[in-house]
């Protein structure tokens, strides 16, 4: 007998009849509770009802068919695939690590990718924007020998101001005069000395 | 003369050529432990898409952590550590959404067990008695706190040690001893019945 395999009634408690049954318990407990068994039907009862219920467990279990193996292989593969887009990357202690945008998902890299481009692209062509664009051949003063500049438009605008549009014939560039007050009667000649160019 | 039948290789083998990079050792260890992946799952949340969402899920992140597994636990410990809290985790969400009905028993358009015939060879009465037993451990289990579910899975299905089940279960080994006789003591008297014929 050792008593602190038993409860109040002198039977194997639940849980050290449970261990016993499991093959839990030490040599010396299992001894104590196998010689018990041997004279307490109780006990015997109890330990044989734990027996079955597992049996009636595990026939209720194995009664739920289980997935297909090669269809929850193909799901896992999928799934893993679907996180890293290199075939079925296995991890090796051999081989690098992959690099942290592999475990990105793919539209996200590719979307990265886009965009990368597109600034790219857009850089080149801000490029030719953003150069400094050589020095602009200081416009020629109209030439008298030249002949008279081609005026294109003159615009009387509020405020007393007059704009011209002037394209000089020597230079594809077209030029924005802008006059404070009312111009003078235009001369064949060269601009007023207050006028603003652009 | 005799064939010699190469002996299939075991988990701990099979981890370390996939550790090494061999697709098909990977293969290897999602085929044998898929059915046990399962089985736990599903008795666990009782809804059979949910348990093969874990079942899947788990074998991924045993992918994920291959590179880290340095055998600190038998692989069988490992993945049913993962599968027991992915289930624990789907409960825990389901209990904040009780209207949802999950059990696969009550799914709707579902023929009741009730109403297929036996199998010409099968015994009436064992029949019976086994849709009977089915019923009254889909019962007991349901009725199980989540933690006493598990460990009387781990023990009675899958056949894990009380160490192993500790470790799954991240407890001690007498928490493992109490939930078992908890959950069995509630087993059997659903089965009470079934067992004293």
Redesign the interface.
């Known amino acids: 007998m050792v008593p602190e395999l038993k409860d109040r009634e002198s039977h194997v408690t ?2 050290r009849l ?2 016993f049954v ?1 093959g ?1 318990l030490e040599e010396a407990e299992a001894d104590a509770v196998r010689l018990h068994l041997a004279a307490c039907p109780a006990c015997r009862t109890d330990a044989g ?2 027996g ?3 049996v ?6 194995a ?2 068919p ?2 297909d ?2 269809a ?2 193909q ?3 999928a ?2 695939q679907a ?1 890293t887009p290199v ?2 990357p ?6 690098l690590a992959p690099p942290a945008w592999l475990a990105l998902p793919r539209s996200l890299v590719w979307t990265a990718a886009a965009l990368v481009l597109i600034a790219g692209l857009t850089l080149l062509q801000t490029r030719d924007w953003l150069a400094p664009s050589p020095e602009p051949m200081p416009l020629p003063p109209p030439s008298l020998a030249a002949g008279p500049p081609a005026v294109v438009e003159t615009l009387e605008g509020g405020g007393g101001a007059t704009v011209m549009l002037y394209a000089p014939p020597e230079s594809p560039v077209p030029v924005i005069w802008v006059f404070e007050g009312k111009p003078m009667e235009m001369p064949d000649g060269p601009r007023p000395p207050d006028a603003r160019t652009t | 003369m005799g064939s010699h039948v190469p002996e299939a290789p075991g988990d701990v083998a099979l981890v370390d050529r ?6 098909a ?3 290897a260890l ?2 044998r432990h ?2 046990a992946a ?2 736990v799952a ?2 666990m949340v009782r809804h059979r898409e949910d348990a ?1 969402d874990i ?3 788990a ?2 992140r045993v ?1 994920r952590g ?2 880290d597994f340095q055998g600190q636990a038998a692989f069988k410990t490992w993945l049913h550590r993962i599968v027991v809290n992915l289930a624990l985790d789907a409960l825990r969400r389901r209990s904040r959404h009780p209207g949802a009905s999950y059990d696969d028993a009550r799914e709707p358009g579902e023929e009741a067990r009730e109403e297929v015939g036996t199998r010409p060879d099968e015994d009436p009465n064992r029949a019976l008695e ?1 849709r009977e ?2 019923e009254a ?2 019962m007991a289990l349901e009725e199980l706190p989540a933690p006493q579910r598990a460990a ?2 781990l ?3 899958e056949g894990l ?2 160490q192993e089940i500790a470790e799954v279960l991240e407890c001690a080994l007498g928490t493992v ?2 939930r ?2 908890y959950a ?2 509630r ?2 008297e659903r ?1 009470r019945p ?2 004293e014929e």
């Open positions: 639940g849980e449970g261990a499991d839990e009802l734990l079955r219920a597992g009636l467990l595990r026939e209720a279990v009664a739920e289980a997935p193996p090669e929850v292989w799901a896992v593969r799934r893993i996180e075939g079925v296995v991890p090796t202690r051999r081989r | 996939a550790r090494a990079g061999e697709a050792a990977f293969e999602v085929k898929q059915a399962f089985a599903y008795q093969q079942a899947q899920e074998f991924v992918f291959l590179r086994a037993a089915g451990i889909r009387l899975l023990r009675e299905v040690s009380y001893m109490s078992l006789h069995r003591r087993l059997q089965l079934l067992l």
